[in-house]
């Protein structure tokens, strides 16, 4: 969830503040090497308020009977953290006189259940709107979202059910019906108006996938997104280039994931390298188009600090100005308005450094650790296609900006990270942008 607006930010803070042990130290063996080898007896689970014990059972790595390896345990610690839904995982074990052990797995289970706003402004562009998103429905560790908003006047509407951790199998499901409106301003590289116009989607999503187990780092995320949309052309206001197929489209976009960010408690940990080709109207070779996305993602650890790096590039072929890539905005290049640049290659990086300022208690919301945030954003777009060729666009432009803000991580509430960040725009200089916002940007 991006650019949202956490409902609880206008609570006051309560100033009490507490040591607690370092982040770094959550997946640590060391403690739990001297009971390897020998079988568990038993495994109780303490704590849970709103999720299924035997939603936290299928997730782990050992049961019952099994003989207790401190590696293959924590991989179960792992998989929890990765619901996003737990936090403060503790392991406790016990030695009977049998020689068998009970451990106890004491955990804390986040809300879930949330209610967002949206709100984005900057750059001559604005996004207002809400919705509701539950990261644990029914227990099970299963995402629903259900939101409305608009986008500079524009309605969009979105219903999103993912699993990942389906029962227990290594099964990801995912479901997601939708209609996007875009309003789209073009822009030459030096600011000027080149016209706008406004289209929208209708699609049906359906996605399927696997978790690899591997003996080997890094893990494997496998899955493909199986669409079918359509889409209209709302209002075009001298921009001749823009048209979109009307008639009913197709899609499929198989994604690798290697490796994993984790969350730990408010931390990330790690880094993911996704590689997603897409294929559109693979059967109407008038129409047909495709596309190759690759990422990187890192995150650093230094005490309770993070920094982080994000670098994704992208190339696709000939198709029409409205299905180009776009850069600009707040899940971009921030300080910029959305859609500011249009291309079909490109590459754009964010730096960010994260320092630990606090940790304190607010009414209602409770454990809250407040985190600064230093940033950098840029990036490089060439061969607008057919803008290039009728309007004599240059085909590359440089965007790059800088900017400083805040976030709130609040421990009790799954995916609850607001961030206020301020962006000021050096190449070409458009100013300020800024956004308020649930979820991590990268």
């Known amino acids: 969830m991006r650019q949202v607006l956490y409902f609880l930010l206008v609570a006051y803070f309560s100033a009490s503040t507490v040591a607690y042990a370092d982040e770094q130290d959550v997946f640590s063996t060391a403690a739990l090497n001297a009971n390897s080898g020998v079988i568990i007896s038993e495994i109780r689970i303490e704590g849970l308020r709103w999720t299924k014990e035997k939603a936290v059972r ?37 030695r009977l006189d049998s020689g068998k052990l009970i451990i106890v797995l004491h955990l804390s289970d986040r809300w879930s259940l949330l209610p967002y706003g949206i709100f984005q402004a900057g750059g001559g562009s604005n996004n207002l709107g809400g919705g509701v998103f539950d990261a644990n429905l029914l227990g099970y560790f299963t995402q629903v979202s259900a939101s409305y908003n608009t986008f500079d006047n524009v309605a969009t509407y979105d219903f999103n059910l993912y699993q990942e951790f389906f029962l227990d199998t290594n099964l990801i499901l995912g479901f997601d019906i939708s209609q996007t409106g875009t309003p789209v301003d073009l822009q030459s590289n030096h600011g000027d108006s080149l016209g706008d116009f406004t289209w929208s989607r209708t699609q049906y999503q359906l996605l399927l996938g696997e978790r690899l187990e591997t003996h080997w780092q890094p893990k494997i995320r496998l899955f493909s997104y199986f669409e079918y949309f359509r889409d209209q052309m709302l209002e075009n206001d001298h921009a001749p280039e823009a048209h979109v197929y009307s008639h009913p489209q197709w899609r499929i976009r198989p994604t690798v994931i290697f490796g994993r960010s984790e969350l730990t408690n408010f931390l990330e940990q790690g880094q993911e390298i996704t590689f997603a080709p897409t294929s559109a109207n693979f059967f109407d070779g008038r129409r047909a188009y495709s596309t190759a996305v690759a990422t990187y993602k890192k995150v650093f650890l230094d005490g309770n600090t993070n920094y982080a790096i994000f670098l994704n590039s992208g190339a696709m072929t000939t198709a029409p100005v409205p299905y180009l890539f776009r850069l600009g905005g707040y899940d971009t290049v921030r300080g910029f308005s959305t859609n500011r640049a249009m291309g079909r290659y490109y590459i754009n990086d964010s730096i960010e450094y994260r320092p630990y300022l606090a940790r304190f208690k607010i009414p209602l919301a409770g454990e809250t650790v407040l985190q600064g945030n230093l940033f950098t954003d840029g990036a490089v777009m060439w061969n607008s296609t057919n803008l290039a060729q009728t309007r004599l666009v240059d085909s590359e432009i440089s965007l790059l900006s800088v900017g400083a803000g805040v976030r709130f991580n609040f421990l009790r509430f799954a995916g609850a990270v607001v961030r206020i960040d301020f962006a000021k725009t050096v190449t070409p200089e458009e100013g300020w942008g800024s956004a308020i916002g649930v979820g991590q940007f990268f």
């Open 58 to 94: 299928w997730l782990l790595t050992q049961h019952e009977g099994d003989v207790f390896d401190a590696e293959l345990w924590i991989k179960g610690i792992h998989n929890l953290y990765d619901t996003t839904v737990v936090y403060n995982v503790t392991t406790n074990i016990t």
